[in-house]
């Protein structure tokens, strides 16, 4: 065995080391191993992502940033680097590069091998991300839009008190006509508020299993589109048909439903209330 093999195989011994302490919640001694491993085999990425995870343990998050960082550079694929890149982002308050290092992994994510299949917890983390930017941005659209009413209906009001004082005899119509645009301004106003009202989300966009809005659709021959991960979960358990229609149903003949999953981005991008997590 080479110098180089030797070495490989002593980094991989001390990953297994640190696996076994990180379990155990001994994030110091897990720390030691993989630093052992990293100096031993600096390119492979696992030891940079698993020694972030011990620093995000003990909220290192300079750190959990680091090591993260490191991972995306040696595999920019990683979906464990960007999805802990993100969180530690998000700890910074700098959501807007936090959210779009949690969609980079989310992307990479869907379709991953069952085994180290991380969408949902992704998602999770996305989602409560997503939904308090939302909630700062309408709340800032509401207090515009309610502004921009009471100053376009005081300027109405007043055009008719100009517009009054010089109709003597024609009052009626100019209260109908006052009337039915205080209306019409009303309509326009509660259109666009629309985008931000809490409504519920459309049937074809949610999954009729979990009931929740698609994470990450998959059709199957049948025609229908489930969530990935109960599709996955009901195959695994020896359910080998489309628990809808019965089906005889192979994991293989699950395919990412495309047109879905942009149809959930679009809705979300327009209504992010919609990120609400019960």
Same mark, same amino acid.
Request: aromatic residues 8%; negative net charge.
């Given at each position: $065995? @080479? %110098? ?16 076994? *302490? ?5 994030? @110091? ?12 085999? +600096? ?18 998050? #300079? ?7 490191k991972a995306i550079q040696l595999d920019s694929n ?28 989310? &992307?990479? @994510? ?6 180290? *299949?991380?969408? #949902?917890?992704?998602?999770?983390? =996305?989602?409560?991300?997503? *939904? ?22 005081s300027a109405l009001k007043e055009k008719y008190f =100009?517009?009054?004082?010089? $109709?003597?005899?024609?009052? &009626? &119509? ?11 301004? #009303? ?8 985008? &931000?009202? +809490?409504?519920?989300? +459309? !049937? *074809? ?11 990450? %659709?998959?059709?199957? %021959?049948? @025609? ?10 009901h195959l695994q358990k020896g359910g080998k048909f ?5 089906? %005889?149903?192979? +994991? ?16 979300? !991008? ?9």
């Amino acid at each position: $065995m @080479g %110098p180089n093999a030797a070495a490989a195989k002593q980094a991989e011994k001390l990953r297994i080391d640190g696996n076994t *302490y990180f379990k155990k919640d001994r994030f @110091g001694a897990a720390i030691d191993a993989y630093t052992e491993a990293i100096t031993l085999c +600096p390119n492979v990425p696992v030891y940079w992502t698993n020694r972030a995870l011990c620093h995000l343990k003990r909220n290192d998050w #300079e750190r959990v940033e680091e090591d993260s960082r490191k991972a995306i550079q040696l595999d920019s694929n990683s979906v464990k680097a960007h999805y802990i890149l993100g969180l530690a982002l998000l700890q910074r308050q700098e959501s807007v590069k936090g959210i779009k290092e949690l969609e980079k992994a989310l &992307d990479l @994510g869907r379709g991953a091998n069952p085994k180290g *299949y991380m969408v #949902e917890e992704i998602w999770q983390e =996305l989602a409560k991300a997503k *939904y308090l930017e939302w909630e700062r941005l309408s709340s800032k659209r509401s207090w515009e839009l309610q502004c921009l009413k009471e100053a376009c209906e005081s300027a109405l009001k007043e055009k008719y008190f =100009l517009d009054f004082s010089q $109709m003597e005899g024609f009052v &009626d &119509d100019a209260t109908t006509s006052q009337s039915e645009q205080l209306e019409a301004l #009303e309509r326009v106003f509660n259109t666009a508020a629309e985008a &931000d009202t +809490p409504t519920e989300v +459309p !049937d *074809y966009l949610c999954c009729r299993i979990t009931l929740d809005i698609f994470h990450d %659709p998959v059709i199957t %021959p049948s @025609g229908l589109t489930y969530e990935r991960a109960v599709i996955l979960e009901h195959l695994q358990k020896g359910g080998k048909f489309d628990p809808i229609t019965r089906e %005889p149903l192979d +994991p293989s003949q699950s395919v990412p439903n495309l047109a879905i999953k942009e149809a959930v981005e679009a809705f979300l !991008d327009k209504h992010g209330w919609a990120y609400k997590i019960e």
